[in-house]
């Protein structure tokens, strides 16, 4: 099985707003998330007039990898995230809102699950989830 690398994945991101549905901010994100077996699910954001159902890229992805069975949190490995306005190809760093985080920790290792983001210089910086959520609620 090839192995998948953060480039790799970040540019799947970046083609993963080509899908994204926001007529009212004029901003799309993508996301790629990589699962153990190196299955990779794309979310786009999707607006909604009212904003509060808005979903985030980050959240599509993960509803669809958890809506196949991908459950426990030895089951994911990496999401890359990008945004930008809509119709621009160059993307900018874009880091997940704080609900995202949330639903990540839900699902993740805090501690080995990676967060990679591609600045405007097409740079890539990797955060362990722990260290941008390093209070998230658990049960």
Not at 17 to 45: C, H, Q
Not at 93 to 115: A, H
């Amino acid at each position: 099985m090839k192995r998948i690398d953060f480039y790799q994945l970040a540019d799947e991101a970046a083609r993963a707003r080509d899908m994204a549905y926001a007529p009212y901010s004029g901003f799309t994100v993508g996301a790629a998330l990589l699962t153990a077996d190196e299955k990779i699910y794309l979310g786009a954001n999707i607006e909604n007039a009212s904003y509060t159902p808005t979903c985030c890229a980050e959240r599509v992805a993960f509803f669809k990898a958890v809506s196949d069975g991908y459950r426990n949190k030895s089951d994911f490995k990496a999401i890359a995230v990008a945004g930008g306005k809509t119709g621009e190809t160059k993307t900018c760093k874009c880091p997940p809102c704080g609900v995202c985080r949330q639903v990540m920790n839900e699902f993740c290792d805090p501690d080995s699950f990676l967060i990679v983001l591609k600045d405007e210089k097409d740079e890539l910086e990797a955060h362990a989830l722990s260290e941008l959520l390093p209070l998230g609620f658990k049960m």
